[in-house]
């Protein structure tokens, strides 16, 4: 599956953005969804994942209470809602898309089969 990511930005922190991956072809309803993001001279981290199904979602300790993942099925496309945004959100956000990731795997970015070119998000204080 192709991913194509948009949505990225300059904000104010203590914003929202919402950021948007459409994937060519319906994932499966096991397939994961996932976001993460890549800052300049750090590794890329792991934010928010789903199961297509809805069965389960995941995030990391930097993103519950403030990001929400939801996804849209009539347009193959899942979403990352972002508020409250701070100066340490600033990075290129990546979504992924993964068949055959058990729930303990999905924090892991080689477990994902696909991915989106990447989409810039800048948060300035």
């Known amino acids: 599956v192709q991913l194509q990511a948009s949505g990225g930005g300059l904000v104010q922190a203590g914003g929202s953005l919402r950021l948007s991956c459409a994937a060519s072809e319906r994932p499966t309803s096991r397939t994961v969804m996932g976001w993460f993001r890549q800052a300049p001279g750090e590794e890329r981290e792991f934010v928010t994942a789903?199961?297509?199904?809805?069965?389960?979602?995941w995030h990391s300790d930097s993103a519950r209470g403030r990001f929400s993942i939801s996804r849209d099925n009539a347009k193959n496309t899942v979403y990352l809602q972002m508020n409250s945004l701070k100066s340490e959100d600033t990075a290129v956000y990546f979504c992924?898309?993964?068949?055959?990731?058990?729930?303990?795997?999905?924090?892991?970015?080689?477990?994902?089969?696909?991915w989106g070119q990447g989409t810039l998000v800048t948060v300035s204080s």
């Open positions: 992924a898309a993964g068949g055959r990731i058990i729930n303990t795997s999905v924090r892991v970015a080689a477990a994902y089969d696909s």
């Open positions: 789903m199961r297509w199904s809805g069965s389960g979602t």
